[in-house]
């Protein structure tokens, strides 16, 4: 008995099997499994493989292509014709394209397909036009004018980092949204290599001028903690690769060197703070409102003197391959920022002094306590004038 022959037995006693008792069930199953010489189980399996089939797989339903391939030939044609514009475009021209080609006995189509594609619609269109455009690849010419063109003027640097004196630092954004789509607050964080002080600022977007601003105020704490800001090493991001930061970092004596493309591991230093500081710190909740970039700041003011003066890192030395793991080699004593400081030959006795008079007057519960508090006025100021989620 072919397969066949056995679906069309079973869709013969379907009905009656769903609609009959448990006993009147069990007498169809004896009579179909006698026919068909299946197993119980596998008639049962069966009735509900079919009725599946019946109730969700679409057979022979619905009305048959009406816009075929010819008509598809001919539209793109068309569209060819019209400067491969978009359908908007296209539709209300479709009519005098048509006449103009017959007129000059260069349609090629016949009755059928030409009262096709005039009675097309707006939105068929669209969709054709729209595989059109996926399926046609351009190569893209030279650009005379290249935004990306200052990169040649900033040397890429990849290290060796352990000899940066103290004022050397990485330099990255973060994002205080979800998604990149609309206004957010970013950060700009900025992290010392030789002492690993981190100082981060926040601003509304990521504009040239509005991160221009924060390095300023970067400036003005790096110096107030290590004497004097010597060089910043970003990414190749649009908010740091510009005219407007290159002068300005060119003005201010500070060495500018960038990472290389799709290489995060050249910024190692500021990519860990970031998830470290403003990640653990801050959270992931989005910041959406100009409102909170002044009370975010206020909150970093706290945050900075605490991460300096009492929040110890190890720096990892090395990174060791044993068979198929990874060792990492850490510093064998936690530091702080300020004790890194302290130890190192290049800041003056009389900075370090001024930072000594500083450290005798903070305690770190209190700065804990004030932190907090700023920090559920940033929540605060994005639950009362952000968007709603």
Excluded at 247 to 273: L, V
Aim: net charge positive.
């Amino acid at each position: 008995m072919t397969m066949a022959t056995i679906n069309e037995i079973f869709k013969e006693h379907l009905i009656k099997y769903l609609q009959a008792k448990r006993s009147e069930k069990g007498e169809i199953l004896t009579k179909v499994c006698y026919i068909t010489n299946l197993h119980r189980k596998a008639a049962v399996r069966k009735f509900g493989a079919i009725q599946k089939r019946s109730r969700y797989k679409k057979e022979f339903r619905g009305r048959e292509e009406y816009y075929g391939p010819d008509v598809t030939v001919a539209l793109k044609e068309l569209w060819e014709m019209g400067d491969e514009v978009c359908a908007e475009l296209l539709h209300p021209m479709i009519a005098e394209y048509v006449s103009i080609l017959k007129r000059d006995k260069l349609w090629k189509y016949g009755n059928d397909v030409t009262a096709k594609v005039l009675k097309m619609s707006m939105a068929t269109a669209k969709r054709r036009v729209g595989n059109f455009k996926k399926a046609r690849r351009k190569n893209k010419g030279l650009s005379v004018t290249r935004p990306s063109h200052i990169k040649n003027q900033i040397p890429i640097f990849t290290g060796p980092w352990e000899d940066k004196p103290p004022g050397y630092g990485q330099i990255d954004t973060v994002i205080h949204n979800d998604t990149s789509e609309g206004d957010s607050v970013f950060t700009v964080n900025y992290t010392d290599v030789s002492t690993l002080l981190t100082v981060p600022r926040a601003q509304w977007n990521k504009g040239q001028k509005s991160t221009l601003e924060s390095m300023k105020s970067i400036k003005t704490i790096v110096e107030e903690s290590v004497e004097k800001w010597l060089g910043a090493h970003p990414d190749t991001g649009s908010e740091f690769i510009n005219y407007l930061a290159f002068d300005w970092f060119i003005e201010n004596g500070i060495d500018y060197s960038r990472s290389r493309p799709s290489h995060k591991n050249d910024n190692m230093y500021i990519e860990e703070r970031n998830g470290h500081v403003i990640r653990k710190h801050v959270g992931y909740i989005p910041l959406t409102c100009p409102e909170v970039v002044t009370v975010l700041n206020d909150y970093y003011d706290v945050l900075i003197i605490y991460l300096m003066h009492f929040v110890a890192v190890r720096r990892l030395l090395k990174k060791e391959r044993q068979g198929s793991k990874c060792v990492k080699v850490y510093e064998k004593k936690a530091k702080t920022p300020y004790q890194r400081i302290l130890e190192h030959s290049n800041i003056s006795d009389k900075q370090k002094e001024k930072l000594k008079l500083i450290h005798n007057r903070l305690n770190p519960l209190i700065l804990k306590k004030e932190m907090e508090k700023r920090l559920g006025k940033v929540y605060n100021t994005q639950r009362r004038f952000g968007n709603p989620r």
